[in-house]
């Protein structure tokens, strides 16, 4: 089975701090996604990227920038972590033509204080 | 644009009973349409898909059909369980090319009491 593994599981940050989503998948994906999840909002697009050094903007990417250096790992950086930016972070990863649709990660609970 | 609406939640239902959870979706052209689960602390599992007009996508007694006509895309299950307790997702993929993300609902819980 494809793994996709976040680092954390939950993390609490400071307001204003850099904050470092890690996510790893083992199966030789070309894309991967960074979700955000809310209640009452679903899941929301921030950034996805379909090769190394390769990213796209999704719906909401403002406050957020990404890192993919290698293809089995995608970054989602907070570059100044504000109160809003509490959410449940999930990564997916995916092969192109191949409909087995998307592997997601178990997600990275982050509250911001 | 392209988006995705599903009934909202919570769902509450008793152990045995019929479920169905209304998905409907806005599309150019012909996309791709999964369910997926999130079970309580997890990420999202997919649990069925279609990828044409009239396919029935079906898993773990979950079933549901693409219906182009109506541009829909329903949950069903005969008989939940207790265990089936999550919140589902309705979602659409438009390409099947690189970098094509899933557009997803807002989601819609599911509470099976015993």
């Known amino acids: 089975d494809v793994k996709v593994t976040q680092s954390s599981r939950y993390l609490v940050k400071r307001t204003g701090e850099k904050v470092f989503l890690e996510c790893v998948q083992d199966?030789?994906?070309?894309?991967m996604f960074w979700y955000r999840q809310d209640p009452g909002l679903g899941l929301r697009l921030i950034y996805f990227?379909?090769?190394?050094?390769?990213?796209e903007k999704g719906d909401i990417p403002e406050g957020y920038s990404v890192s993919r250096e290698k293809k089995e790992r995608f970054s989602l950086i907070l570059e100044s972590a504000s109160t809003n930016q509490t959410s449940m972070y999930l990564c997916?990863?995916?092969?192109?033509?191949?409909?087995?649709?998307?592997?997601f990660g178990s997600g990275t609970r982050l509250t911001v204080v | 644009g392209n988006s995705v609406t599903q009934m909202e939640g919570p769902v509450t239902l008793s152990e045995e009973a019929f479920l169905t959870i209304n998905c409907t979706y806005t599309a150019t052209g012909y996309p791709s349409l999964f369910w997926y689960v999130q079970y309580p602390g997890e990420g999202l599992q997919l649990l069925l898909k279609a990828t044409k007009a009239d396919d029935k996508g079906s898993n773990k007694g979950f079933e549901a059909t693409y219906r182009k006509e109506t541009t829909s895309f329903h949950l069903e299950k005969g008989s939940v369980q207790v265990s089936d307790s999550a919140v589902y997702f309705c979602a659409l993929r438009l390409f099947d090319q690189a970098g094509t993300a899933l557009i997803f609902g807002k989601g819609t819980t599911l509470s099976v009491s015993s």
């Open positions: 997916a990863s995916r092969v192109t033509g191949e409909d087995y649709g998307y592997t």
């Open positions: 990227s379909y090769d190394v050094k390769m990213k």
């Open positions: 199966m030789d994906h070309e894309n």
